[in-house]
């Protein structure tokens, strides 16, 4: 993460962010050798099961 002082690390936060939203877009970039870029933009569905720890 490039701000660690907007990082969020507590599971329970986490979880509540993810309950909000009903798709993740992921970014990718690459830069080849011979300075070629590859950008790909994949928006996704998600979907998980959170088990509860006893």
Known sequence: MRRKDREITDFNEIMAII???????LALFDQYKDDESYNCLSIKRIGYDRKEEK
Do not use: G
């Not at 309950?19 to 877009?25: A, I, M, N």
């Open 19 to 25: 309950d909000k939203c009903d798709t993740c877009r």
